[in-house]
């Protein structure tokens, strides 16, 4: 069965650190990968997509990128985070049909 | 750009009462509706979806109605007990893909015993 590993569950972080949230697929091939933000009251918003290896679409302009160097692992990261990155932070799969969701991390900048 | 309204953003029923949610959606490829139920400091799971050749959709407590011609569907849940509450979301694939999904806003189920 297929399975999705997200971590850290939370991280608490500076004003201007990097990031770096992974997230790691089991039991499928070549799934479509996302990374979404969830902030309160604002359901659940897509950053990046991924088709396949190397292939990262962004949604919406920020201070946020994404990377997939194998088929099953997605990355999201930042150089330097702003406060308002904090947030709870889904990484999902798909295989053309449904969405399975990682636990999520929730983000704080402080 | 495409987008899913969802209503109401909170919704409070006593144990054994029926709940409804409902999303209007505006990208007319849409084809693909599933609903998500998020518990709290969780990821949100499947609990149901529709496709756009099914106008009605029905799993024990659970049934989900799609009105194409309007681009709206709505969640019923039926006979609600306490283990209901959580936030559920509706989301409609985008442009006819599947994979790509826009989420409502959620709706906050509390089921008071």
């Known amino acids: 069965s297929q399975t999705i590993h997200q971590w850290p569950a939370t991280l608490v972080q500076p004003v201007g650190s990097p990031l770096s949230l992974e997230c790691t697929v089991e039991g499928t091939s070549n799934p479509n990968l996302y990374w979404y933000r969830q902030a309160a009251g604002r359901g659940l918003q897509l950053l990046f997509y991924s088709v396949g290896i190397g292939q990262i679409s962004s949604e919406v302009p920020q201070n946020l990128s994404a990377s997939r160097p194998q088929d099953r692992q997605f990355i999201l990261s930042s150089k330097k985070l702003l406060l308002s990155d904090s947030g709870f932070y889904l990484c999902?799969?798909?295989?053309?049909?449904?969405?399975?969701f990682g636990q999520g991390t929730r983000l704080t900048v402080v | 750009g495409e987008n899913v309204e969802q209503h109401p953003s909170t919704l409070s029923v006593q144990e054994g009462d029926s709940a409804v949610i409902k999303c209007t959606y505006s990208?007319?490829?849409?084809?693909?509706f599933p609903w998500y139920k998020q518990e709290l400091g969780k990821g949100p799971q499947l609990i149901i979806d529709?496709?756009?050749?099914?106008g009605e959709k029905k799993d024990q407590r659970i049934a989900v109605t799609l009105n194409k011609t309007a681009k709206h569907f709505s969640l019923h849940i039926t006979e609600t007990q306490p283990e209901d509450s959580a936030v559920y979301f509706c989301?409609?694939?985008?442009?006819?893909?599947?994979?790509?999904?826009?989420f409502g806003k959620g709706t906050k189920l509390s089921v008071k015993p």
């Open positions: 989301a409609a694939s985008i442009g006819g893909s599947q994979g790509n999904l826009i």
């Open positions: 529709i496709r756009s050749n099914v």
């Open positions: 990208d007319s490829a849409s084809n693909y």
């Open positions: 999902a799969w798909s295989d053309g049909g449904e969405a399975f």
